[in-house]
């Protein structure tokens, strides 16, 4: 692959969850709502930049690498916030992440877009994250804060569909209960499909680049996973 | 078949994974069929409970929290630089070489020279270098000797080969009984820094145990080496003495005692079985059975205890 073909804006697919923002690099593929072209603007400014700021970031150039993370943060942030439901452990990816991209930015050698890399890197770190948790058997979807205080990660997100209907709120909730248990007791990497392309909208070809494997393999995972989620909640249906 | 197809990418159509020609396949089918019409409402609904969940956007305090704490990260941590680089990631390194066709020049040309230069020594012959330890040739004095390189023994036969270093590498062959052979062995055995080597030549020894000279660096081995494998090995070579010589059996003593590896330990246990009724042993055992860290020593102990006969 030529090194600069990677900012080519490459397709993400649409995210299935209203509430998200999508990668800008969505752009290409023309978003039709204007509220979420909006929110997209934020991070999509300077991204076309990219290879600069790599390149200037490989030459010891602190400040490109900032402006690089400041680019993706924010999708590597929802990304662990949703995996891990906890704010500090989301930190603790973020953190880790960042810091391994900025020692071994060296290494890049534009094989594949830098979105790629990141998002490889936080894969893995959140797999590691998800296979200590399948030890631990934790239940979800309880979080705990910065200050150490567990709680429900469902009672902190707005919901601007139900308004002001109590009833309707709380069924959702419990709703949200069910789906985060069913999908704890997804395989780590199931999840991480699962994860990648019904919540945060990634095309599986993107989805086999990222966890380094093919768009068949992250198909057939797709498939097991929604299977096993079938089975998990066949009463909501 | 077309129903079948259907239901295999049903997901995908609702993922808007599907290219543009089997969607419109699909939607024609489904349009037609009642089944697969259910089947893809199924789905969505599906589809649309899962995104019930969720997906929290990171609040604007998080954002700049990680931020800080990046920033702060940042300070201290080191880019990995050139030579890092090239010490821990040398094939990356190597990956980058623009000058490939030079380096496998330059590879090629160091290597020639290098097969030429071994071959003179082997063939060119500048006398001692080779030397055979079949006649009465002089052996080496032990203080000149500064390493071994190998050990080798020929399949089937006595005959050794060891290769080792004076000011240069030299090379003595002979049978186990040959004195400079032994000789070599017994240093090998004690001073090699490669701990393989030191495993071939007590291996070797161990097919000679009668010689004094033997047992004691067969005990010197099981004493200090800091191997477990050629431990273990000079344990092999002794554990035929162990009845007959008592510092043999001390030496096994101190090993079951304190060794820090527990095979070495429990092959000492199971080779001082034979011997258990000796007042020395028997007390050692009392020891283990009462409180050896090692489960398996302090039942082994127990057992081998229940065994022997009462003397009290």
Redesign the interface.
Known sequence: MPAEAWVVPFAVGESSHPVVRRDPREEAGGIQDPQLRGHMAGQASGRIDDTLLVREAQRGNRAAFEELVRNYDQAVLRLALHLTGSEPEAQDVYQEAFLKAYKSIGNFRFECSFYTWIYRIVTNLCLDHLRKRQVRKEDAPVATDASGEQYDVLDQVPDGRSGANPERDLMRRELGKRIGRALEKLTPRERMVFELKHYHGLKLRTVGEVLNTTEETAKNTLFRATQKLRGALADMR | MKCEWVRENV??YV???LPDDARYELEQHVARCGDCAAELK?TR???A??????????SPN??A???M???E??ET?????FWH?LIF?PG?WL??IRFAPALAAAIFIVGFAGGIGTAYKVFGGSGGFVSSATGPASAPAESSITGIQSITQDPGSNHINIKYDTVSTQEAQGSLNDQRIQQLLLFAARNNYNSGVRMDSVDLLTQEPNNIHVREALVYALRYDSNPGVRLKALDGLGAYVKNDPRVRDALLEALVQDSNPGVRTEALRLLEPVGADSSVRSVLRKLAESDQNQYIRSQARTMLAQLPEFD
């Open positions: 997901l995908l993922y808007n994974e199924t609904e599906f589809h409970v899962l995104s019930e969940l969720p997906v929290e956007e990171p998080l954002v929290a990680s931020r704490r990046l920033q990260g940042l941590a080191q880019q990995g630089r680089r990631d990356a990956r980058q």
